[in-house]
């Protein structure tokens, strides 16, 4: 009876897998077989519930890096992520202590806020978008200024 379970578990698991193809359940779907596998054999549930555990890890840990590198190879990065290292001009005074600041960067304008709290930049300064943080960008110096 136990191989029919395994056997669920794994068709749930690849379903799962397929629907999201975000690769976190296949690895356990591959453990789910050898584990039913070994239930066909008869060998006792503690034996597959372990090798189950192994297997399951064995493949995370060995397989996963590999088929993150060929299977996302082609991820673009997302708007955000290409707005950081850029340069951004002030338009409103970036205070950090009175909660205020603007800068436009590619013609929009967003909040910003200083990398290091006590740092005030002036309106017309160009600064440098360390990181995003919600709406906001935390800008620092750019090298210009350095």
Same mark, same amino acid.
């Given at each position: 009876? @136990? @191989?029919?379970?395994? !056997?669920? @578990?794994?068709?749930? !698991?690849?379903?799962?897998? @397929? ?6 359940? =296949? ?5 789910? !077989? ?9 060998? #006792?549930?503690?034996? $597959? ?22 299977? #996302? ?5 997302? #708007? ?13 005074? =970036? ?36 990181? =995003? ?9 750019? $090298?210009?200024?350095?």
């Amino acid at each position: 009876m @136990a @191989a029919v379970y395994w !056997l669920i @578990a794994f068709v749930v !698991l690849l379903g799962i897998e @397929a629907a999201t193809m975000a690769l976190t359940t =296949i690895w356990f779907a591959g453990g789910a !077989l050898v584990a039913f596998l070994l239930a066909l054999f008869g060998i #006792n549930i503690q034996v $597959q519930l372990a090798l189950f555990v192994i297997v399951s890890f064995l493949l995370l840990f060995f397989t996963r890096p590999f088929a993150l590198k060929y299977v #996302n190879r082609n991820t673009v990065r997302t #708007n955000m992520d290409s707005l950081i290292g850029k340069s951004a001009r002030v338009t409103v005074e =970036i205070n950090n202590a009175k909660e205020q600041g603007a800068a436009v960067l590619n013609g929009q304008e967003w909040t910003a806020r200083a990398l290091e709290e006590n740092r005030i930049y002036p309106e017309g300064v160009m600064v440098k978008v360390k990181e =995003i943080r919600g709406v906001k960008l935390i800008v620092s110096e750019t $090298q210009e200024e350095l």
